[in-house]
């Protein structure tokens, strides 16, 4: 078993530990649409997020973006050739190990998000290690994510690590 582990974890899969990804900016600034459409869609009608007087009152410059919608709207960060944050992707696995699952994460949110901001998002790999699991015998890659307003400052700090395994195909009962 040891060996398969061992196996699995190429030299040419490990060279990806400490892999950065360019900064990939999100296309477009954070917008009082986005705003309005996370309102609509999870009902969470928190002040801080509609009303700027009310965040203002609580010390803020403005609306707040809301910190889940941060997280959201950095799935929009492309690069110039139009990849997006999923650079990690291309990680070179074994052809038949297709299927990702969160395998946790951690967050940490630094500073405010204002309507206006342009937001940017940086990656880098700190792990990729095998382990035998309920799943089956997958591949954890954990990453480092950092969140960048216009002005460089970090606003999130995410580490997540996804687990890959073989797909599985299954049958109708």
């Given at each position: ?55 203002r009152a609580a ?71 095998a382990r035998q ?41």
């Open positions: 078993m040891a060996t398969e582990i061992n196996a699995l974890i190429t030299d040419e899969l490990r060279s990806w530990i400490g892999r950065s990804s360019p900064r990939l900016p999100l296309p477009e600034a954070v917008s009082a649409s986005d705003i309005r459409r996370y309102v609509d869609a999870t009902e969470d009608r928190n002040p801080l997020w509609l009303d700027d007087d009310a965040a010390g803020y410059k403005g609306r707040v973006v809301p910190p889940m919608l941060v997280l959201e709207l950095t799935r929009r960060a492309q690069d110039e050739s139009g990849d997006g944050a999923g650079w990690w992707h291309k990680l070179p696995l074994p052809p038949d190990y297709t299927d990702t699952r969160n395998a946790g994460g951690e967050l940490e949110w630094l500073a405010p998000v204002y309507v206006g901001d342009r937001l940017a998002l940086e990656s880098v790999i700190v792990d990729i290690a699991g309920r799943a089956g015998l997958g591949i954890y890659v954990t990453r480092e994510e950092r969140v960048l307003n216009q002005r460089g400052e970090v606003v999130l700090k995410r580490r997540q690590t996804l687990a890959r395994f073989p797909k599985t195909e299954y049958k109708d009962s």
